[in-house]
């Protein structure tokens, strides 16, 4: 029986140990460890050879990864920011609509459609005709009505392109936010919040003393994974500019420099680099996740 | 019950599929021509398989990120046994990868243009058998207009500018450039930049340029890109810089054909006939839409004055795929022999009015008149040179080059674009 007890663990555990070693451990550590050679496709191949931090000074230093890390910077900032705040007020200010269910479905439809999709759609809104042709584009056409001369929306930089592509981010994601927040805040007893009314709380107050605090948990979580999402954009920016007028993100220079370049290093190098950002949210919201099971 | 049938038939399938393989060799192609292309290539093979019942050559078309899908094949080990393509930079990578076969002896080349030929050569080997040509050096014009508008084909840069001008003058805009072309967008601006190179420094000094002998610093690069960019300046450009950052290259030429014309003039490679025709199936060409050749811009740029042309175009590679042949199996040979004849030129040639690089290819398959002039250009030329950016590294030709044209239109100064070019092209040529 004690033996038993010994090897039983492993039988249970074995499995998936054998499947994260091989899918997730071993492509790891050979990333690593390519991020120190040159470029080539084999890690013990004709072209490789050793080429020390080279790779890791170019990640850190040369002018189109700085500006991938800066917008990098801008999309966590500001993607994060705004699926979480617009997903926690669409959720508790639909729970007083009597069409609450369908306007939180139309509010979700952008998440179920792909990436790629979704920024063939906003390509089509951004677009730009010379003056005085007919703009196809809705946004250049309201500006166009109002008087104005036609934009360049995804060409104009450093801040107009940037965000507009961060706005398609925040289209597709903010309804899956608000549909988690959504559940946490109907998760919340109404008698709490009654009882602070016939205190004579009034509703910002009980949105800020009651209600939040009790969705702090939930809004981490939904944090961290939409900062654990946007660092590794990729699809909105290769679709919609791919990285150029200073656009550039890094997992769109880690595709570029892998199967554009076959810079195998340089690649590696680059997924480490965003491998390391993300670990510690990722153990943030494991950390959380397991707490809070633990509480239940 | 049902289960049983179906197991049955697939079984069936399965071993029927094999053994119908089995009879016959196999060869792998991967192209990537979108539209009309891929059914006239279909056409060539089918000619290839009538006469050849023992071998099936199956086609792959992978008309997106085919470099990236490339890359992935090779890593994985099972590439297709050969593609054609444009990418001579890339092809040298594979080169030195060892991961493409040296045609050198394998393949007769006697019927390939002597002129195109070295253009798939790399290191005493033959990589790249080229097979479909492109006469890059062409400006689109609408003759109906310039006739009825008084305008002449301008012979030098200065007269183009006079005719620019002009045109400006009496309320047009004289060119339309489309630099967009989603995750390949800034190369239609190479091929401007290549082509005033050539005209400006000449061909001996491009050559030095394409094999980075030259910094990008130079200041003969600069001038060729401040050349492109005076046309902005000038506000030649319809829809001016974010215009041409915004137009794909595939829509360029369309204001041509406006009534009246958004604009008059477009540079691009003699494959925007397929375009012109899908977008306005009316037009007839020689007549609704013609070419004049790039001017000359430096007469003293060639040793004996003329113009010279850029061309681009596709050469077949075969990949190394393993197994005792590496990749030389004789059926994958006999098939990029045949791509070679005169017979799959003519079928090219007649199926889409382009180009072949057969030198004896028979001048009455050139039912087009613009594809007749485009040959003869081709034929003529005392310098003709192949697209630069294609016969760079990979991060250079089809990255820093294209973002450079896109960072440069849009108002980067010329310098900074210059030197951080310059900084990729070190590191890209270093071995």
Known sequence: MIRAGRWRPWLFVGPALLLIGFFLVYPALVTIARSFFGRGAQLFGPMVHYVGFANWKYVFTSPVMLTALRNNVLWVVLFTLCTVSIGLVLAVMLDRVRYEKILKSVIFVPAAISMVGASIIWKFVYAFRPEGMPQIGILNAIVVSLGGKPIGWLIQRPWINNICLIIVGIWIWTGFCMIILSAAYKNIPKALLEAARIDGANEWQVFHRIVLPLLVPTVAVVGTTMVVTVLKIFDIVYVMTNGNFATEVIANRMYKEMFNYFNYGRASAIAVVLLILIVPFMILNIRRFTRQEGGR | ?431
């Open chain 2, 1 to 431: 019950m049902r289960k049983i049938v179906m197991l049955l038939l697939v079984g069936l399938l399965v071993v029927g599929g094999a053994a119908f393989a089995a009879d016959k060799k196999v060869v792998t192609v991967m192209h990537g021509w979108p539209g009309e292309q891929a059914p006239a290539f279909q056409k060539i093979v089918d000619a290839f398989e009538a006469q050849n019942p023992d071998i099936d050559v199956q086609v792959e078309i992978v008309g997106r990120d085919r470099p990236a899908v490339l890359a992935t094949r090779l890593a994985a080990g099972n590439p297709p046994d050969m593609t054609p393509h444009p990418w001579i930079g890339t092809m040298k990578q594979w080169a030195d990868a060892g991961q493409i076969v040296d045609l050198t002896g394998l393949v007769d080349t006697s019927e390939v243009n002597p002129a195109l030929l070295p253009i798939g050569e790399y290191d005493n080997g033959l990589y790249g058998l080229f097979i479909f040509p492109n006469v890059k050096s062409c400006v689109w014009y609408n003759p109906k207009v310039f006739a009825a508008r008084g305008y002449k084909i301008p012979n030098t840069w200065y007269e183009l500018l006079a005719l620019s001008d002009k045109i400006k003058a009496d309320g047009g805009v004289p060119w339309s450039i489309g630099l967009e072309s989603g995750a390949a967008s800034g190369w239609p601006g190479t091929d401007w930049i290549e082509d005033i190179m050539l005209r400006t420094a000449g061909p001996a000094v491009y050559d030095k340029w394409v094999a980075h002998e030259i910094p990008w610093t130079d200041p003969r690069v600069k001038k060729a890109f401040e050349i492109f960019g005076s046309l902005f300046d000038r506000g030649y450009v319809f829809g001016g810089r974010t215009g041409a950052l915004t137009t794909n290259f595939g829509n360029a030429a369309d204001p041509l054909f406006n009534t009246p014309p958004t604009a008059y003039m477009s540079k691009q490679a003699t494959f925007i006939q397929g375009f012109i025709k899908d977008h306005f199936p009316n037009l007839v060409a020689g007549e609704d839409y013609d070419f004049f050749t790039f001017p000359t811009i430096t007469p003293q740029a060639t040793p004996d004055g003329s113009n010279p042309i850029l061309v681009s175009g596709d050469v077949v590679t075969v990949f190394n795929t393993g197994g005792p042949l590496n990749g030389t199996r004789p059926e994958v040979i006999k098939f990029a022999q045949f791509l070679t004849s005169q017979e799959a030129a003519t079928i090219w040639s007649t199926e889409l009015g382009e180009l072949s690089a057969n030198k004896n290819a028979d001048p009455s398959i050139f039912t087009n008149p613009i594809t007749k002039k485009a040959q003869e250009m081709l034929m003529g030329a005392s310098y003709s040179r192949y697209d630069g950016s294609d016969m760079m590294p990979a991060s250079i030709g089809t990255g820093a080059f294209w973002s450079a044209i896109l960072d440069y239109v849009s108002g980067v100064p010329i310098n900074t674009v210059l030197e951080s070019l310059e900084q990729s092209a070190v590191e890209a040529y270093a071995k």
